[in-house]
């Protein structure tokens, strides 16, 4: 168990829908990672937020947007959903902003969203 | 060009045996970091070595090590023993540092599986 809580496990939707992924951090880390897991893009870097601030960008669609609370739990939210949105998609947490040795992500069990 | 790549789909290895995957990286930053992940059947992403680009030694954690050769811009990783329970999807991951913030990419992953 990494620590890292994600909620819900599954979650089964249709296209043009709005869904809220949650992510809870390990107690004390400050960054949160979103990355989508498909079969034809693999694994791909969403976003990052570290103390509720968005911290850097990755392949995120402007249809996906998503949030750091002053909690430190993020959610995801995907929008207008689409066929090819259904995928894996982790959260995971570092203590800092940058990794370095001993500064790891460990990530959630994953959420895994099907778009029908 | 691809950021990270992994070049063997699929490998077994034979119990008690040692096996190295391969990755090599495209980057033309001077500070970067690269990661292995373990990813069994049931789904999470579990943390399994990191090196630093400014690191002079290969990182070790227990049965891991990262043949880091800077100059081929490879990353290998190598278990020793292996056991059933090696048994996984590896991915191999990079961290750009940006001034807009760390950019990750991973491989394809390399299916592993361990022969009694």
């Known amino acids: 168990d990494s620590g890292v809580t994600q909620t819900p496990k599954h979650l089964i939707t249709a296209t043009g829908q709005r869904v809220t992924l949650r992510c809870s951090p390990r107690?004390?880390?400050?960054?949160v990672y979103w990355y989508q897991q498909s079969l034809d893009q693999g694994l791909q870097f969403l976003i990052q937020?570290?103390?509720?601030?968005?911290?850097a960008k990755g392949n995120i669609l402007e249809r996906f947007s998503a949030q750091q609370f002053p909690d430190l739990h993020s959610e995801l939210n995907l929008s207008s959903l689409e066929l090819g949105d259904s995928a894996l998609y982790f959260c995971?947490?570092?203590?800092?902003?940058?990794?370095?040795?001993?500064?790891?992500?460990?990530f959630g069990p994953g959420t895994r969203l099907t778009v029908l | 060009a691809q950021k990270i790549t992994q070049t063997q789909p699929g490998m077994f290895v034979q119990e008690k045996e040692a096996v190295t995957l391969d990755c090599t990286y495209d980057?033309?930053?001077?500070?970067?970091?690269l990661f292995w992940y373990k990813q069994p059947s049931s789904g999470e992403m579990i943390f399994l070595i990191y090196?630093?680009?400014?690191?002079?030694q290969n990182a070790t954690e227990g049965r891991y090590s990262l043949n880091f050769q800077k100059a081929r811009k490879s990353a290998n990783l190598v278990i020793s023993a292996s056991q059933l329970g090696d048994s996984a999807m590896y991915f191999c991951?990079?961290?750009?540092?940006?001034?807009?913030?760390?950019?990750?990419?991973f491989g394809t992953g390399t299916s592993l599986t361990v022969i009694p």
């Open positions: 995971a947490s570092s203590p800092r902003d940058r990794n370095r040795r001993g500064d790891t992500q460990y």
């Open positions: 107690s004390g880390d400050l960054s």
């Open positions: 937020y570290y103390n509720g601030e968005e911290r």
């Open positions: 980057t033309s930053d001077q500070s970067y970091g």
């Open positions: 090196q630093g680009s400014y690191d002079e």
């Open positions: 991951a990079m961290r750009e540092g940006r001034v807009t913030g760390n950019q990750f990419y």
